[in-house]
Nanobody, 118 residues
Framework: QVQLVESGGGLVQAGDSLRLSCAAS????????MGWFRQAPGKEREFVAS???????YYTDSVKGRFTISRDNTKNTVYLQMNSLKPEDTAVYYC????????????WGQGTQVTVSS
């Protein structure tokens, strides 16, 4: 069992930056692929970024060049650095962990709200 706890969300203006953190419980953090998803009001949850066990990173096109995902296995934590935020980035952001495919997570966090005002 893995528990994920996100933090770092908030209300910012367009162009600002935020860093989300996701702290994971358990001693097998390094064995999981980790990712961030988001869900805007009235929309389905969508993939944002992921970092594999080996450190490979992937991003959805709309955040490439603006967001950076990273992980610190010594702290059991995954981060999402979000720069040049846009109003369309407004959503609840969820951390996820998967032992196989990040697009089919085994575990989810409770989510953290990010609101970007224009």
């Amino acid at each position: 069992q893995v528990q994920l706890v996100e933090s770092g969300g908030g209300l910012v203006q367009a162009g600002d930056s935020l860093r989300l953190s996701c702290a994971a419980s358990g001693r097998t953090f390094s064995s999981y692929h980790m990712g961030w998803f988001r869900q805007a009001p009235g929309k389905e949850r969508e993939f944002v970024a992921s970092v594999s066990r080996s450190g490979d990173t992937y991003y959805t096109d709309s955040v490439k060049g603006r967001f950076t995902i990273s992980r610190d296995n010594t702290k059991n934590t995954v981060y999402l650095q979000m720069n040049s935020l846009k109003p369309e980035d407004t959503a609840v952001y969820y951390c996820a962990a998967s032992g196989r495919l990040i697009l089919a997570p085994d575990y989810w966090g409770q989510g953290t709200q990010v609101t970007v005002s224009s």
